[in-house]
Nanobody, 130 residues
Framework: QVQLVESGGGSVQAGGSLRLSCAAS????????MGWIRQAPGKEREGVAS??????????YYADSVKGRFTISKDNAKNTLYLQMNNLNSGDTAMYYC?????????????????????WGQGTQVTVSS
């Protein structure tokens, strides 16, 4: 069991930045990978960014739509996941979810790699005004 608590969402002007945080607790061992998933109104959920487990080397992956603008990182000492979002545009408006997995759960493709997320945070709203 993994518990995830998100923070950092809000409203921002186009071109601005936000940093999302996700505090993880429970059985967050070396085999757990994590990511950020978003859902805009009327659209299906899409993978945004992910980071491989410590056991798998901790490589990062990004959707093409955010590559170069977003950065996913993890502070293992604090057991916290981050998503730094720069140069935001209206297309980034969505509910953002922190997620984690060990190989089972909902299937997503992020950066041409397949991920299964079974643990989810409550979501945090990001609204970008133009």
């Amino acid at each position: 069991q993994v518990q995830l608590v998100e923070s950092g969402g809000g409203s921002v002007q186009a071109g601005g930045s936000l940093r999302l945080s996700c505090a993880a607790s429970g059985y967050t061992d070396r085999t757990v990978y994590m990511g950020w998933i978003r859902q805009a109104p009327g659209k299906e959920r899409e993978g945004v960014a992910s980071i491989a487990s410590i056991a798998s080397g901790g490589r990062t992956y990004y959707a093409d739509s955010v590559k170069g603008r977003f950065t996913i990182s993890k502070d293992n000492a604090k057991n916290t996941l981050y998503l730094q979002m720069n140069n935001l545009n209206s297309g980034d408006t969505a509910m953002y979810y922190c997620a984690a997995g060990r190989g089972s759960g909902s299937r997503y493709r992020i950066g041409d790699s397949i991920w299964y997320f079974g643990f989810w945070g409550q979501g945090t709203q990001v609204t970008v005004s133009s």
